[in-house]
């Protein structure tokens, strides 16, 4: 599975954005999909994740209320929408793929099994 992650961008504080992460291959439905962010000086950490049918999702607690994540199979395509962002949510954002559809506390970023390359978002205060 091939993932390419696309949508960051600068976007003032309160604003919005929608990331997207487009798969290869014919299994998508196959893999939950995850949405991670890392800042400057800090581990990857889990954001918000989606069951292979899009029925189940789980978030992160800061994020909850304000990003959605959802999936579109049809197109291979995972999204995060965010939004009421804040200058803490700033980050290289990171999709990632795997079999499981992970607790919280188990969705680390060693239990994924690809990632895309990331896209960076700043929130300008």
């Known amino acids: 599975v091939q993932l390419q992650a696309s949508g960051g961008g600068l976007v003032q504080a309160g604003g919005s954005l929608r990331l997207s992460c487009a798969a290869s291959?014919?299994?998508?439905?196959?893999?939950?999909m995850y949405w991670f962010r890392q800042a400057p000086g800090k581990e990857r950490e889990f954001v918000a994740g989606?069951?292979?049918?899009?029925?189940?999702?789980r978030y992160e607690d800061s994020v909850k209320g304000r990003f959605t994540i959802s999936r579109d199979n049809a197109k291979n395509t995972v999204y995060l929408q965010m939004s009421s962002l804040k200058p803490e949510d700033a980050a290289v954002y990171y999709c990632?793929?795997?079999?499981?559809?992970?607790?919280?506390?188990?969705?680390?970023?060693?239990?994924?099994?690809?990632w895309g390359k990331g896209t960076q978002v700043t929130v300008s205060s």
């Open positions: 989606i069951s292979g049918t899009g029925v189940s999702t």
């Open positions: 990632a793929a795997a079999r499981t559809f992970y607790a919280v506390t188990f969705a680390s970023q060693w239990s994924m099994d690809y």
């Open positions: 291959g014919r299994t998508f439905s196959t893999y939950a």
